[in-house]
T-cell receptor
């Protein structure tokens, strides 16, 4: 089945450790994203990548790093510099909506099932 | 970072009632998306809107792209218990795959039998 796979679902990190969250998609989407969601809050963009070997900072990139070596994969590393990493992390991907010359293509984004990160 | 204004923040309704929620922005958007999130899961896309004035339905759900391009509405008719969750709007300012989505703050829906 096509989709976005995040792993692990649950992860515990000790103070001072770096951890990496995996995100893989087989939808052949060009763009991939990482969002952070705190309890009872909306989604905040950490990093996004429009194309392989290129990525941009989102609104809350400090303390995080990413790579985009393959189209299918966009791993997120939560570094020890991130002082409050406990949150729900969501990976997403998108591809432009195909349209005719009159309609402008739009962007539809699909999410993985999320990863819970807890600092212990 | 910018977030869209979404209202109401939460709703407590009885099964069978209709639900309306909306999302507004001070900027013009070219794409509006509506998502539902169940606890501990990723958001699932419900409806996507690409043209001002567009009205699109998905079962009991209907969403509209505001004519000013600064707002969008989601209606749920005849609510059922499985409608419980958090509903997010999301917008994109530019139409092509070159601009990130901006999310609303969410509407938490609770349905009582």
């Amino acid at each position: 089945d096509g989709g976005i796979t995040q792993s692990p679902k649950y992860l515990f990190r000790k103070e001072g450790q770096n951890v990496t969250l995996s995100c893989e998609q087989n939808l052949n989407h060009d763009a991939m994203y990482w969002y952070r969601q705190d309890p009872g809050q909306g989604l905040r963009l950490i990093y996004y990548s429009q194309i392989v070997n290129d990525f941009q900072k989102g609104d809350i990139a400090e303390g995080y790093s990413v790579s985009r070596e393959k189209k299918e994969s966009f791993p997120l590393t939560v570094t020890s510099a991130q002082k409050n990493p406990t949150a729900f992390y969501l990976c997403a991907s998108s591809s432009p909506k195909s349209g005719n010359k009159i309609d402008r293509p739009g962007n539809t984004i699909y999410f993985g099932e999320g990863s819970w990160l807890t600092v212990v | 970072g910018q977030q869209l204004n979404q209202s109401p923040q939460s709703m407590f309704i009885q099964e069978g009632e209709d639900v309306s929620m909306n999302c507004t922005s001070s900027s013009i958007f070219n794409t509006w998306l509506w998502y539902k999130q169940d606890p501990g899961e990723g958001p699932v896309l419900l409806i996507a809107l690409y043209k001002a004035g567009e009205l699109t339905s998905n079962g009991r759900l209907t969403a509209q792209f505001g004519i000013t391009r600064k707002d969008s509405f989601l209606n749920i008719s005849a609510s059922i218990p499985s409608d419980v969750g958090i509903y997010f709007c999301a917008g994109q300012r530019r139409p092509y795959n070159t601009d990130k989505l901006i999310f609303g703050t969410g509407t938490r829906l609770q349905v009582f039998p």
